[in-house]
């Protein structure tokens, strides 16, 4: 692919072009002035990241919510054994 420091560009022009660059390439266009670089993988990384994160809080907040629930309803000791066994391993019927 065509390197984008090859192209020609106008004041005023806006270029969009794909290319395979490496970090030194990335770093001398980011150092050059009126030349922005995207990148959407990284910003899609660190999007999904984000959520991931986010969904391990809420994950870990609705299992306390539930073991206070099961607590207050059962008691201590049978709430407790109610939230564990979700998070035994799973065995088939089939093995023994």
Do not use: F
């Not at 072009?17 to 390439?25: G, K, M």
């Not at 564990?84 to 088939?92: D, F, T």
Request: glycine share 6%; proline share 4%.
């Amino acid at each position: 692919m065509a390197r984008l420091r090859d192209r020609p560009l106008r004041d005023g022009h806006y270029v969009e072009c794909y290319a395979n660059l490496d970090a030194t390439d990335i770093a001398a266009l980011a150092s050059s002035t009126g030349v922005t670089v995207v990148d959407r993988v990284s910003e899609i990384s660190a999007i999904m990241a984000k959520y991931r994160v986010i969904a391990g809080q809420l994950l870990a907040a609705a299992y306390t919510l539930a073991s206070l629930l099961m607590c207050l309803r059962y008691g201590v000791r049978r709430g407790v054994r109610i939230l564990v066994v979700p998070l035994a391993p799973h065995r088939s019927p089939w093995q023994r």
